[in-house]
Nanobody, 123 residues
């Protein structure tokens, strides 16, 4: 089992920044690729970004490329999502997730999920 706890969500004006954190417990963190997903009201959960266990490989959805940055600190069992130049359409509940092995894009490939943290961007 891997337990994930997100933090850092909130209300921000368009153009602003937020940093989300997700702390894991329960298994060897470096063995897991980590991902961030988001779900807006009335929409399906969508992929945002993923990072490999060592942090050397990252992928981003086109909608956030150049604005969001994923990183991880394996000594702290924590993955971060730095979100800059936020847009109204970034408003969603953001979830972190863990998948054993390499990076993943699909929600179904992630076995462990956090409870989610709300990000609201005002226009």
């Amino acid at each position: 089992q891997v337990q994930l706890v997100e933090s850092g969500g909130g209300l921000v004006q368009a153009g602003g920044s937020l940093r989300l954190s997700c702390t894991a417990s329960g298994r060897t963190f470096v063995n897991y690729a980590m991902g961030w997903f988001r779900q807006a009201p009335g929409k399906e959960r969508e992929f945002v970004t993923t990072i490999s266990g060592t942090g050397g490989i990252t992928y981003y959805a086109d909608s956030v490329k150049g604005r969001f940055t994923i990183s991880r600190d394996n000594a702290k069992n924590t993955v971060y999502l730095q979100m800059n130049s936020l847009k109204f359409e970034d408003t969603a509940v953001y979830y972190c997730a863990a998948a054993y092995g390499g990076t993943r894009y699909r929600t179904g490939d992630y076995a462990y999920w956090g409870q989610g943290t709300q990000v609201t961007v005002s226009s």
